[in-house]
């Protein structure tokens, strides 16, 4: 594998992470709500 070929994925790796940085940032603020059963059972799941 040449240098540049390293390189380039290096910054894509860095790119990626930073990304999921942001999703995770962002997740913790999202509340997700389901309910089943005709409104018998309702599961909140939050960041």
Do not use: F, H, P, Y
Request: hydrophobic share 45%; proline share 0%; aromatic share 0%.
């Amino acid at each position: 594998m040449s240098k540049k070929m390293l390189g380039d994925l290096m910054r894509q790796a860095q790119k990626i992470q930073a990304e999921m940085a942001k999703v995770q940032d962002e997740a913790k603020s999202k509340t997700v709500e389901a309910t089943a059963g005709g409104g018998m059972v309702t599961a909140v799941a939050n960041g």
